[in-house]
């Protein structure tokens, strides 16, 4: 039986990256359907298949006996269970302590930073000044992406070594530090470069910049839409 994932756009969507760019990434086949998060008719889609009536949802299997799941966090963690092959957490207890932990913090955390710094693919790279709140968000990431990558990450470029969830839920970041041009150590730098680096990244980027829809309210330059 098929997995469906249930999207929104793309050049916006950071909850619907997390499980996409996870599962593309770990080479776990499935289909996406993909609603405008503007769509008049998108809560009443959701609501069919999403408690929140939001994105993403994720589908697995056909009818009545079909398992559906939302939210971005708790879709990465029926995948690793589902395919523990794709070792979406670290093997390491301690080290799968940790990266459960901070993509915790990131799905209930950094508010000011997604407000100042909405997602925003075709937006050319431009710096938005942060507030002091959104500094404080900064230095957080920063510190705990240096802090994952010199504790775990000897076997690979990722937070911990290879891809996993703990990326995954942080991959919408380097994409907001990457198009408000947001100062990081070396660290940090050399992480977003080997996220953005991957094929998933790619495909879900030209994706983006071909989408027709424009939502004022993700657009900071507004009534101007930058586009690259």
């Given at each position: 039986m098929a997995l469906t994932l249930v999207i929104g756009n793309k050049n916006y969507s950071s909850w619907s990256f997390r499980p996409w760019i996870a599962m593309k990434a770990a080479?776990?086949?499935f289909d996406e359907v993909v609603i405008s998060l503007n769509a008049p008719d998108f809560k009443q889609r959701l609501s069919k298949i999403s408690g929140t009536g939001k994105v993403p949802a994720l589908v697995d299997?056909?009818?009545g006996n079909a398992v559906q799941v939302w939210e971005s966090l708790a879709i990465l963690e029926y995948l690793a269970e589902k395919f523990p092959a794709a070792r979406l957490w670290p093997a390491d207890p301690a080290a799968r302590?940790?990266?459960r932990a901070i993509a915790s913090e990131m799905h209930a955390g950094f508010v000011p930073l997604r407000r100042l710094y909405p997602m925003n693919l075709w937006r050319p790279v431009k710096p938005r000044e942060p507030t002091p709140e959104v500094l404080a968000n900064i230095q957080r990431i920063d510190a705990m992406w240096t802090d994952c990558r010199a504790r775990f990450g000897a076997g690979g470029p990722f937070l911990f070594g290879t891809f996993g969830a703990a990326d995954a839920m942080y991959a919408p970041v380097v994409s907001?530090?990457?198009?408000?041009a947001v100062e990081v150590g070396g660290a940090a730098r050399a992480y977003m470069a080997a996220v953005m680096a991957l094929p998933a990244w790619a495909e879900w980027t030209a994706a983006a910049l071909q989408e027709p829809w424009v939502l004022p309210e993700d657009e900071v330059d507004w009534p101007t839409v930058l586009r690259v």
């Open positions: 080479g776990i086949a299997g056909d009818g302590a940790h990266a907001r530090f990457h198009t408000y």
